[in-house]
């Protein structure tokens, strides 16, 4: 059973970069048929995607923060990592890691990346952007 | 604003059937692109309910479905229970974003 859990600081300074890592047990993020994803959960707000980063290395980010965001994946750790440069206030949510897949097994069903869904999901971690 | 379109709530009495839109475009739902279910609950992770527009993960009732017409999809859940209450999400692709995008989410209330 995949399992994934995030964790880092819960409190970054304005202006910093907020690093967290999503740790993979139950599997190998080696896995060609997923992708590994974060997504974040702003006081209040929806869910917004992230970025996300292939087996194969090839990463795809949010337009809106494409220009602040890296993923990487440490193979050797099993984990992957989220970097987010010149934090402000509106940074600060609950940010998940999640696993992405487009098959199921048991249904038969087979999907081309762009019909990825997230599963399983992290608990999320709060992190806080302090003045 | 999200790309996709959710209505901000939704509720109804115990034993009744509760639908849950999704609106998008032709950039997502529209361009054929599958639609995905997820309950979060309060304080909880989210947790994947309906994958590939129709299809229920192992384990989850059968209580919830969903369907997709054009560039809409929709979750339905019947019979609701209290433990029904949370937030749901849906998501699907976006071309003009090249990646994945997520409704603004719909608090389920069972009075």
């Known amino acids: 059973q995949l399992q994934l859990q995030e964790s880092g600081p819960g409190l970054v300074k304005s202006s910093e970069t907020l690093s967290l890592t999503c740790t993979v047990s139950?599997?190998?993020?080696?896995?060609?048929?997923?992708?590994w994803g974060w997504i974040r959960q702003p006081p209040g707000k929806g869910l917004e995607w992230i970025g996300s980063?292939?087996?194969?290395?090839?990463?795809y980010y949010n337009p809106s923060l494409r220009s602040r965001v890296t993923i990487f994946v440490d193979t050797s750790k099993n984990h992957f990592s989220l970097k987010l440069t010149s934090v402000t206030a509106a940074d600060t949510a609950v940010y998940y890691c999640?696993?992405?897949?487009?098959?199921?097994?048991?249904?038969?069903?087979?999907?081309?990346?762009?019909?990825?869904?997230?599963?399983?999901w992290g608990q999320g971690t709060l992190v806080t952007v302090s003045s | 604003q999200s790309v996709l379109t959710q209505p901000p709530s939704v509720s109804g009495a115990p034993g009744q059937r509760v639908t849950i839109s999704c609106t998008g475009s032709?950039?997502?739902?529209?361009?054929?692109?599958?639609v995905h279910w997820y309950q979060h609950p309060l304080g909880r992770a989210p947790k994947l309910l309906i994958y590939?527009?129709?299809f229920r993960p192992s384990g989850v009732p059968d209580r919830f479905s969903g369907s997709k017409s054009g560039t809409s999809a929709s979750l339905a859940i019947s019979g609701i229970q209290a433990e029904d209450e949370a937030d749901y999400y849906c998501?699907?692709?976006?071309?003009?974003?090249?990646?994945?995008?997520f409704g603004g989410g719909t608090k389920l209330t069972v009075l």
């Open positions: 999640a696993g992405q897949i487009s098959y199921d097994t048991l249904t038969g069903y087979y999907g081309p990346p762009t019909h990825k869904w997230f599963d399983p």
């Open positions: 139950g599997g190998s993020i080696n896995s060609r048929s997923h992708y």
């Open positions: 980063i292939s087996s194969g290395g090839n990463t």
């Open positions: 032709s950039s997502n739902i529209g361009s054929a692109y599958d």
């Open positions: 590939g527009n129709t």
């Open positions: 998501q699907s692709y976006d071309s003009s974003v090249s990646g994945w995008v």
